[in-house]
């Protein structure tokens, strides 16, 4: 513990922040040690690292908000030909693992802070984007007509809830047309090394994040049909999206690719992970219980799934509130 204010003075945010990191490199998986790292090296530790643990004890954290709000902005307004390459700035997820940072500092040196800044954040950034049905429909049609192996992926997210690493990892064999189930397996995902590595960055491919991550999800109908006209066609062992067995889509070229089809099909850009919550919203407007669909989204609780994935809109409050 921190007896007095000269010990807060002499200890920098960006120690406590390695220190942390350090604690969680054993207890999580590779990929999560490093987007770790990257939130902090790239967002957190260039705004706050070089502060004292006794100036961030009456520190605003609405100045740090304001900073990353700005900093995202600035990127994103530098990408706008390349919005896919900007799907990983998320604000809320910066947040959290800042919360995380100071929750050990708080644990450690009993040094309390002004947090309330945070829960603005926490309150805001549950409405997400979503396809409209005629978007879902205009998408589809053009998908299944382009016959193009390539394009599965994105039927999959939007029948199938799968996150963007995961289609890039599947493989046919993780396909079972007789039962009409598919597995979820694998994982791809490029993962930041830090500032000293040589190699700055590596492609990785991985169990899925979690245990129930790792799931058994029923084939769509609007699959189904092209799945069977296709598995044949390649080797078991083959990645879904290439048809070869030694080569593989990596997410941000498959998230190019995903823009273009929506340019193709005239549809607003939003992110790739906009489909997995169409796919989630859709699910609970036919009926689906919260249960079964966080069994699906391969989510560790029902209550991920609540808070992230289940938007209700008009459509649904409505149809409801006529009911009494």
């Given amino acids: 513990m921190l007896e007095n204010t000269e010990e807060k003075e002499n200890i920098l945010f960006s120690k406590c922040c390695y220190d942390w990191l350090k604690q969680k490199e054993h207890s999580v998986k590779v990929s999560s040690y490093y987007n770790y790292k990257f939130a902090i090296e790239k967002h957190i530790s260039p705004v706050l690292g070089e502060k004292t643990l006794a100036e961030l004890e009456n520190y605003d954290f609405n100045d740090f908000i304001r900073q990353e709000k700005s900093l995202i902005k600035n990127i ?12 990983d700035l998320d604000l809320k ?26 829960s603005v954040i926490s309150a805001n950034s549950n409405e997400v984007a979503v396809f409209k049905d005629y978007e879902s429909h205009k998408l589809t049609k053009y998908l299944v007509s382009s016959n193009n192996i390539k394009n599965l992926g994105v039927l999959f997210s939007l029948y199938s809830g799968l996150r963007i690493g995961e289609v890039c990892g599947l493989k046919w064999c993780d396909i079972d047309l007789e039962d009409e189930v598919l597995y979820v397996n694998r ?4 993962i930041y090394l830090g500032k000293k590595d040589t190699e700055k960055t590596r492609l990785l491919i991985s169990k899925p994040k979690t245990q129930k991550s790792k799931r058994k999800i029923p084939i769509s109908k609007v699959l189904l049909k092209q799945l069977k006209e296709l598995k044949n066609k390649y080797p078991p062992d083959a990645f ?20 273009i089809i929506l340019q193709k099909c005239k549809i607003p850009y939003r992110k790739y992970h906009a489909l997995r919550h169409t796919f989630s919203t859709n699910c609970i407007k036919v009926g689906m219980d919260v249960k079964s669909l966080s069994e699906v989204l391969g989510h560790s609780s029902i209550g ?15 149809k409801y509130i006529n009911k009494l």
């Fill in 304 to 318: 991920i799934t609540m808070n992230l994935y289940v938007h209700s809109n008009n459509e649904i409050k409505k």
């Fill in 187 to 190: 994982t791809v995902q490029r």
């Fill in 93 to 118: 997820s910066i947040v959290t693992k800042l919360k995380s940072i100071l929750n050990y500092i708080t644990k450690k040196y009993c040094i309390i802070f002004d947090l309330d800044a945070f």
């Fill in 240 to 259: 879904v999206l290439t048809g070869k067995t030694d080569k593989f889509y990596e997410p941000s070229s498959y998230r190019y690719d995903y823009k």
């Fill in 76 to 87: 994103k307004n530098e990408k706008q030909d390349n919005l896919e390459e900007t799907d």
